[in-house]
């Protein structure tokens, strides 16, 4: 995976060139979909599933990594709200 800070690949939990944590991939999310409506989704979806149940929107699987989901996650967290909360 690639450092957001300066760019290096790299495939553990640091950035061996600049010591920033890298991203975590989760397994389940809360989807980031709305309806029509506007109301928010926040179904369950799994890294293996190509559309969310409630709605049919197509899974992104940049979604699962920390960060992508389009929440804004707190500065040196690993896991968003929405990662958080579909793991508990």
Known sequence: MKCPKCGIEGDGKFC???G?????????????GKDDEGNPCNGEISSDQKFCKNFGHPVDQAWFWS?????????RQDLCAPIITAQT
């Not at 960060?67 to 500065?75: F, K, L, Q, R």
Request: charge should be neutral; include cysteine.
């Open 67 to 75: 960060g992508n989901c389009g929440a804004t996650c707190p500065e």
């Open 16 to 18: 061996q060139e600049c």
């Open 20 to 32: 920033t944590q890298l991203a975590v991939k989760a397994k389940v999310i809360l989807c980031p």
